[in-house]
């Protein structure tokens, strides 16, 4: 059984508000698994590819945005009239 352990970890560090309750599922899968529950086991498991799919698509998303944010952000700091105008004309 696979409690998803790595790719919780990974979407800690994509978007850590969904990330800790997928690390929480999988330390908690492997524990239940040590102990022989392998029913719990499995919906821990699964709760935790859950939570670490949510917080994969939400952290990729978040971070495309940042950075294409970043361009949009420079201009205003250099000129902001000239970046005002074009979030009129284009948005």
């Given at each position: 059984?696979d409690?998803?352990?790595?790719?919780a970890i990974v979407?800690?560090?994509?978007?850590w508000?969904?990330?800790?309750?997928?690390?929480?599922?999988?330390v908690?899968?492997?524990?239940?698994?040590?102990s022989?529950d392998?029913a719990?086991a499995?919906?821990?498991?699964?709760?935790?590819?859950s939570w670490?799919?949510?917080?994969t698509?939400?952290?990729?998303?978040?971070?495309?945005?940042s950075i294409a944010?970043?361009?949009?952000?420079?201009?205003?700091?250099?000129?902001?009239?000239a970046?005002?105008a074009?979030?009129?004309?284009?948005?």
């Open positions: 059984m409690s998803h352990l790595a790719w979407s800690i560090v994509l978007f508000p969904l990330g800790v309750p997928a690390a929480v599922n999988a908690r899968a492997d524990r239940l698994a040590a022989g392998q719990r499995v919906r821990s498991a699964g709760a935790a590819r670490a799919r949510r917080a698509v939400v952290g990729i998303v978040w971070w495309v945005l944010c970043v361009p949009l952000a420079v201009s205003a700091a250099i000129d902001p009239t970046t005002a074009w979030v009129r004309e284009h948005l």
